[in-house]
């Protein structure tokens, strides 16, 4: 009988895993993140108070992001929900070709992940776990898991 040996290695792929855990790549990520956050929560119509519960900040400090005068960086866990909340935004581009990629997120929803509320009020309630359910409800939607 044959055996197969085990080895311990991690490849290339494995090493380059983003976690958001280091202040380097907390730097380097920032940017972008706002600038995507900022411009999706205004192709969903989302209002200052909206955007800035979402993203995890006080809403003095997205009227500076905003304005492009606010330098900080970042958190592990605002960088999560900045990512989460990219990728329901982009897979709803996927999923619908017209406005209502745009229009969903502020509809009622009957699903029990939104319990008759909007996507956008149910992440808003629920923080990071139901802003991670939703991109995984949009991407089962699409066919992605």
């Not at 290695?9 to 494995?14: E, L, N």
């Not at 380059?16 to 380097?28: E, G, H, I, P």
């Not at 509320?117 to 629920?126: C, F, L, R, Y």
């Amino acid at each position: 009988m044959a055996s197969v040996a085990i080895t311990d290695r991690a490849g290339p792929a494995a090493m380059a895993l983003q976690n958001f855990a280091s202040d380097s790549d907390r730097k380097r990520l920032t940017g972008a993140a706002i600038k995507a956050v900022l411009r999706l929560i205004d192709s969903w119509g989302g209002s200052n108070a909206e955007g800035a519960a979402l993203l995890g900040v006080s809403e003095s400090t997205w009227d500076r992001m905003k304005a492009g005068k606010w330098d900080g960086t970042l958190s592990q866990d605002q960088l999560t929900r900045a990512s989460a909340l990219i990728g329901v935004f982009k897979g709803l581009h996927l999923l619908f070709a017209d406005g209502m990629a745009d229009r969903w997120p502020r509809l009622a929803n009957r699903a029990p992940v939104f319990d008759r509320k909007s996507p956008i009020e149910a992440m808003i309630e629920g923080g990071i776990p139901r802003m991670l359910e939703t991109r995984q409800y949009v991407d089962a939607l699409r066919g992605g898991l």
